[in-house]
């Protein structure tokens, strides 16, 4: 009864996340940490002409941007993101990153620092003589060993379009990498349609999708019975859902270079951390498929009678739409050749190539249907098949704590929470009911079911970039702590630990909202994340022997003139708003 009630009072409550806010959009930006410029390698070029433009940083001492997408916290790693309309975008070519050991974090991470530069290659289409302006994103954190500060930087610059100008000499040397637009091997028509190809062959065996073979195997041992035209037509909605998948990602490619001036990048979608959030529940849900928890049925209306040579279609998509999509994970190396020669060509050519990746995918399922003795040397169905079943569910639960490590740390802990929530809601949904329960009970456990799964979803998901911090917290650190307390500044810290769920809580009702963030940063606040995950640690010998208590979550705020309020438990915005709107006001604000 106390977590229904805990979930229900988070449910109520309103979360808001507010968005970053950008600097003014210039031609360079400097701080107190860093100085960023930009240089166009041509001021005037002519249509059609390959340019680039330098992004050049200088970093003061101990100060550093990840470099790492997939160790990066948060995944806030330096990201250079070009805009720009009639201009094609080539990937920005970073720098050399060094290594760099991440006393927080306990691992060792790659970085930039000091002074680097980032490339981005571009090509002018069809643009009218005149001013050209493209404007550059700036994103990442810029962190030192005792804080980090995220940026959201926008910079402008511009180049002159003259068909009749001599571009003459760079203005500055671009190293040899970056000499291709893309980074990628220049092929042939031929050799890049069979590498697409090829490609999709390929993604039959990849481990990805081994879990939704099974269901395949057992699709077209239904269909060796079958009339051969009712085989081929659902072979073919199978190879259509497929197909379809590509299409999606071929429409995306033409909308972000017509639309935005940059191209898809292949596995962009797995880095966004709402995406393999999805993955991951996704895999959940279909090992409790493959264990028999609950079985997906279609209406009559769409699935058609047995004998009806239209029999499943709808289902026959769909599970080939799902399979590429499994597919693609496991699958970047060879993908990532076919769609960065497709980014660098017209866009009909571009989208054939994509295309055909979906039809080589497709080409094995199509013959083995169109071919009916094929189908006859298959096994023929039996136990067997639920034991592989089974298997493959689990295998289906390995893929999704392979994906779950993936999505930031700070999120992990609730996505796994949710996913058992999501499995007993789907136990409840597909156990406690069958075509013999009473109407009236069989509603009542589902929609029960239902709400359960969607009010723990806003709970715990990270929703809308629930998950981002919206106040700059830095690591524990007794000195620090101290320095501030003997000048008469006001410290807060935060005792949390990763397993601890009550902290999550208090994280997104108090330390997620804008009003509590701004009134923090009003009153120049020092922010301290107290992680007591790990016996031993600073943070967990100061909670039981200093601030005596027994436990996390605990916030402790400490005022000027050292008085200090602790906070234990679950508490909301208010509690600490109490204490500290009696503050003074920051000076320099």
Not at 203 to 210: A, E, G, I, L, S
Not at 263 to 288: C, E, I, K, S
Not at 352 to 375: E, F, W
Request: glycine residues 8%.
């Amino acid at each position: 009864m106390k977590n229904v009630i805990l979930v229900t009072a988070v449910l109520l409550a309103a979360i808001t996340i507010s968005p970053a806010l950008a600097q003014d959009e210039k031609a360079d930006y400097s701080n107190d940490i860093m100085n960023i410029s930009l240089a166009q390698q041509f001021d005037t070029a002519t249509p059609g002409s390959d340019s680039m433009i330098a992004v050049s940083f200088a970093l003061a001492k101990d100060w550093h941007f990840y470099a790492d997408a997939e160790t990066a916290p948060g995944q806030m790693n330096l990201k250079v993101i070009p805009k720009a309309d009639a201009v094609t975008f080539g990937a920005p070519v970073m720098p050399a990153s060094a290594p760099y050991y991440d006393e927080g974090l306990q691992k060792k991470l790659e970085v930039f620092s000091d002074k680097f530069t980032v490339y981005i290659p571009f090509k002018i289409e069809n643009a009218n003589p005149g001013k050209l302006d493209i404007e550059l994103k700036i994103e990442g954190a810029v962190c030192s060993g005792a804080l980090c500060r995220p940026n959201y930087i926008k910079l402008a610059s511009s180049i002159n379009i003259d068909p009749q100008a001599v571009m003459g000499k760079p203005a500055f040397t671009v190293p040899d990498k970056t000499a291709d637009l893309t980074g990628s091997a220049s092929y042939s028509v031929p050799v890049a349609f069979a590498i697409a190809i090829i490609a999709g062959l390929i993604m039959n065996v990849m481990p990805c999708v081994w879990p939704v073979l099974p269901i395949i195997i057992m699709r077209l041992l239904n269909l060796a019975g079958e009339k051969k035209s009712k085989a081929i037509a659902m072979g073919g909605a199978f190879c259509v859902g497929i197909i379809s998948f590509f299409a999606i990602i071929a429409i995306a490619n033409i909308v972000l270079r017509l639309g935005y001036g940059v191209v898809f990048q292949w596995g962009d979608h797995f880095r966004n951390p709402l995406f393999v959030t999805g993955m991951t529940l996704l895999m959940v849900v279909l090992g409790l498929f493959m264990f028999g928890v609950f079985n997906i049925g279609m209406p009559a209306s769409i699935t058609g009678k047995a004998t009806s040579t239209g029999g499943g279609i709808a289902g026959g998509i769909g599970m080939g739409f799902l399979a590429a999509l499994l597919a693609t994970p496991c699958s970047f190396a060879i993908l990532a050749a076919a769609f960065a020669w497709a980014q660098t060509q017209p866009l009909p050519m571009a989208t054939v190539t994509i295309m055909l990746i979906g039809v080589g995918m497709a080409i094995p399922y199509m013959i083995l249907v169109s071919v009916p003795k094929l189908l006859d040397k298959m096994p023929r169905a039996g136990g067997w098949m639920d034991h592989i079943k089974h298997g493959m569910g689990f295998l289906l639960l390995l893929i999704a704590a392979k994906l779950l490590g993936a999505i930031p740390s700070e999120s992990r802990i609730d996505v796994l929470f949710y996913a058992v929530v999501l499995s007993a809601c789907i136990w409840m949904w597909g156990c406690l009911v069958s075509y013999s329960t009473p109407k009236k009970r069989k509603y009542t456990i589902r929609i029960i079911a239902a709400v359960l799964a969607v009010s723990t979803g806003y709970i715990f998901l990270p929703i809308q970039n629930a998950s981002k911090d919206l106040v700059e917290w830095q690591k524990y650190d007794r000195k620090v702590i101290a320095e501030y307390v003997e000048q008469n500044k006001p410290v807060l810290i935060k005792f949390t630990a990763d397993w601890c769920t009550s902290c999550t809580v208090v994280d997104r009702l108090v330390f997620k909202r804008k009003d509590v963030a701004d009134m923090i940063k009003q009153k120049d606040v020092l922010t301290i994340k107290g992680d007591t995950t790990l016996l031993g640690t600073d943070a967990t010998v100061d909670l039981a022997n200093k601030y005596k208590q027994p436990g996390v979550p605990v916030t402790v705020v400490i005022m000027p003139d050292g008085t200090e309020h602790h906070l234990p438990g679950l508490i909301g915005k208010k509690d600490v708003l109490e204490i500290i709107e009696k503050l003074p006001d920051d000076p320099k604000l």
